[in-house]
């Protein structure tokens, strides 16, 4: 008889850890306070993510880690655009413009251009006013509701995966109501043994527009990313499969509203004007949406490791701020190399 397997968590760390164990046989359950069959709601991060590709230098040993984890995604992305593209994964063109580049961006430190197709640096003529320096390489977007509920139904439907909706206060709750299983954790915010979240974690509020885009919209076909002298980050990003197009962001470390700021929504809209103006339609957006989520974020990067616990063992998988879709796959399979080194985990 298998082992049984419990994933805690159905954002798209979550449901990238189950495929990976289900592809290799394993017999999975994922409990989860919000599914992606569910409607929205702030608390569950993944499905408001404007989800595209950005390197970028590597500045710790963590920041390493979690690069090689991106690379592994994104070439598991590039085979599923082509085999499987009504997974809304798509290439296009990512841009990214900076008014004060530090050191590792200018230099191209490492982690930045590694395994990146097409990455070349801008000439300064083809840089927007007040810009200094600038990239260009082949990204990948894809349309997060969407994939996550195209996640949902390979899992249910082509595995047999079974999905509760249950919410625990710990993870030793989750032990006593599944005993003798293997736990990954991929709860976000990282819910630990004894209770609580793991105080290293922190949540960045995210706010962003999704609107309509007028015809032969640019954006449909690129991302670019914008950083301001004063440490702004505005983008746009096309999501596929007429998804509309995201016009972000904000990161916001001590806010916890759950409801939209009529501050951030006008900011996002006057620096959108400036930047991106063929996003406009007789001078206005047409504003279908404003989406806010919360990042789960860790000091010190991501957790992925082993803890070994009386009833079982706890694979963590959390902690990835704002690259949850970029580490999504890359986490699962170290997350899978974790699992296969625990003794006696047959297969069905």
Avoid at 135 to 162: C, E, I, Q
Avoid at 169 to 188: M, Q, R
Avoid at 226 to 237: A, R
Wanted: hydrophobic share 35%; glycine share 10%.
């Amino acid at each position: 008889m298998s082992k049984p397997v419990i994933v805690v968590g159905a954002g798209v760390v979550g449901l990238s850890c189950a495929l990976v164990l289900s592809e290799k046989g394993y017999k999975v359950t994922v409990i989860a306070r919000n599914l992606p069959t569910d409607a929205l709601t702030a608390e569950y991060t993944s499905p408001w993510a404007g989800a595209h590709f950005r390197p970028q230098p590597s500045r710790s040993e963590s920041d390493k880690k979690e690069m090689e984890m991106t690379r592994i995604t994104q070439k598991y992305f590039q085979k599923l655009a082509v085999d499987e593209p009504y997974s809304s994964i798509k290439f296009v063109e990512g841009i990214e413009y900076f008014e004060n580049p530090d050191s590792l961006i200018k230099d191209l430190g490492y982690g930045y251009t590694e395994d990146i197709e097409d990455f070349k640096v801008l000439d300064q003529k083809d840089l927007p006013e007040g810009s200094v320096f600038g990239t260009s390489y082949k990204a990948w977007t894809l349309n997060s509701p969407h994939y996550l509920r195209y996640l949902y139904n390979k899992l249910s439907f082509r595995y047999g995966v079974n999905f509760v909706r249950q919410s625990f206060d710990s993870l030793k709750d989750i032990f006593e109501n599944y005993p003798k299983s293997t736990i990954i954790n991929a709860s976000g915010r990282g819910l630990q043994y004894d209770g609580g979240y793991d105080p290293q974690g922190f949540l960045i509020r995210g706010q962003t527009l999704l609107v309509r885009a007028p015809a032969n919209c640019p954006y449909l076909e690129k991302t670019i990313t914008h950083q301001s002298k004063d440490g702004l980050w505005t983008f746009v990003i096309g999501r596929p499969l007429d998804g509309g197009v995201i016009l972000g962001g904000t990161k916001q470390v001590d806010i916890s509203q759950t409801t939209p700021r009529e501050e951030d929504t006008q900011a996002l809209i006057a620096r959108g004007k400036k930047l991106y103006p063929e996003l406009f339609i007789d001078g206005e957006l047409d504003i279908r949406n404003i989406n806010v989520g919360f990042r789960p974020a860790r000091k010190g990067g991501v957790r992925v490791e082993m803890e070994k616990k009386p009833e079982g063992n706890i694979i963590h998988a959390y902690g990835c701020g704002g690259m949850g879709y970029e580490l999504s796959y890359g986490m699962a399979q170290k997350v899978f190399e974790l699992f296969q080194t625990i003794p006696t985990t047959p297969k069905l």
